[in-house]
């Protein structure tokens, strides 16, 4: 009795177009969320760190901290020591989170 299943009848193929179009919307929507969600985050996180460059002597203990630059990488020469005039090399680089405003998300 193959004639009793409506396969390409033209009821079902807008149903289940409709179907379709819906679960494609719904992934779109969850997707959208999603993304927006994480680029705010992304963004918020950035917005609320320091980054902190620590230059060290490497003669003496001597220890300086300054704000992030471009191009900053440990381990770079950046410079001779105030203290010896020894080499003065970047060893760390951290973030910080930064003080000011309260912000949204809880961060
Ligand atoms: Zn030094």
């Not at 919307?25 to 620590?54: E, N, Q, Y």
């Not at 992030?68 to 010896?84: N, S, T």
Request: with cysteine.
């Amino acid at each position: 009795m193959l004639n009793q299943i409506p396969i390409s009848s033209n009821g079902d193929y807008t149903y289940l177009l409709t179907w379709y179009l819906l679960l494609v919307l719904i992934v779109l929507i969850i997707f959208s969320t999603l993304l927006s969600a994480t680029r705010r985050r992304v963004l918020v996180t950035l917005r609320g760190m320091r980054t902190i460059t620590v230059l060290q002597c490497e003669k003496c203990d001597y220890k300086e901290e300054r704000e992030f630059q471009v191009g900053d990488y440990v381990l770079k020469r950046v410079g001779e020591c105030a203290k010896c005039k020894g080499p003065l090399y970047i060893s760390m680089i951290y973030g910080v989170p930064e003080k000011g405003p309260p912000r949204p998300y809880g961060y």
